[in-house]
């Protein structure tokens, strides 16, 4: 049976490969998906993918996540630092996390460095550039087998 992810990317990363490349890189967000369901299959685990500017889709598309979905991975943008609401749903679906930045968080801006998320999540993943995703979609599809086979013992 394979682990289903839900990578979801929040405001500001459909514009990733041409929005301040010098930090974020060159690299689309559509080849970061491509990627990923590509290692993915290697994984024994299925990507789904969901990009918004808004926190309210955000939202939703976690409660409807619940059940369905073993793992996410969330790239909330700027919303890290501001919603309690994407928190919250994170808690209220009971949904295994990993919480990833392309950027190193740490050292750049000092609002920046407050996360609502990262107490909550399995892992955090930051400065990585787009290889972060790779990480995390790797880290998850392992963390949700293991605890999968605990569950079983």
Excluded: W
Excluded at 14 to 20: K, V
Excluded at 109 to 124: I, Q
């Amino acid at each position: 049976m394979s682990r289903r992810i839900l990578i979801i990317n929040g405001p500001n990363l459909n514009l990733l490969g041409t929005r301040e490349p010098h930090i974020y890189g060159s690299t689309t967000l559509d080849d970061v998906i491509a990627l990923a369901k590509s290692q993915a299959k290697g994984l024994d685990a299925e990507i789904e993918a969901f990009q918004s500017n808004h926190e309210g889709a955000i939202v939703d598309r976690l409660h409807a996540a619940r059940g369905v979905v073993d793992v996410v991975v969330i790239n909330p943008g700027a919303y890290t630092h501001t919603s309690v609401a994407i928190r919250d749903a994170l808690l209220g679906v009971e949904i295994p996390f990993v919480e990833m930045h392309i950027s190193n968080v740490h050292a750049r801006e000092e609002f920046r460095k407050k996360s609502y998320l990262s107490d909550k999540a399995e892992a955090v993943i930051c400065g990585l550039g787009t290889f972060g995703y790779t990480a995390a979609v790797e880290f998850a599809a392992k963390h949700v087998k293991l605890k999968s086979k605990k569950a079983h013992l």
